[in-house]
């Protein structure tokens, strides 16, 4: 059974960092996609950055290029997510995701296990 479990969000003011985790058991970190997702209340849910196949392939959100970071440790199944210099519109709640096969990194559909999420609260 694949569990993901998400860790590291918090309350901060406008301009900070966090450091988002996602630990994974019964997954082994492969080619397909992995990715970071938030919802905000009221909003549907948006693919924030994903990383492909090889370190050497990660996409972004615009909004939040420049400011956040995707990068896994594959020993230790973990995935994370630096963000940094954050504004109150980075609000939500941020949920790790993972894909058992090919598809399109940033759209929803495409991953087959989710984590339960981790809030980010930010203030301005």
């Known amino acids: 059974q694949v569990h993901l479990g998400e860790s590291g969000g918090g309350s901060v003011q406008a301009g900070g960092s966090l450091r988002l985790s996602c630990v994974a058991s019964?997954?082994?970190?492969?080619?397909?996609?992995l990715g970071w997702f938030r919802q905000a209340p009221g909003k549907e849910r948006e693919g924030v950055a994903t990383?492909?196949?090889?370190?050497?392939?990660?996409s972004y959100a615009d909004s939040v290029k420049g400011r956040f970071s995707i990068s896994r440790d594959n020993a230790k199944n973990t995935l994370y997510l630096q963000m940094n210099n954050l504004k109150p519109e980075d609000t939500g709640m941020y949920y790790c995701?993972?894909?058992?096969?090919?598809?399109?990194?940033?759209?929803?559909?495409?991953?087959?296990?989710w984590g339960q999420g981790t809030q980010v609260t930010v203030s301005s």
């Open positions: 995701a993972a894909a058992r096969d090919y598809g399109a990194c940033l759209e929803a559909p495409t991953y087959n296990y």
């Open positions: 990383i492909y196949n090889t370190d050497a392939v990660r």
């Open positions: 019964g997954y082994t970190f492969s080619r397909y996609c």
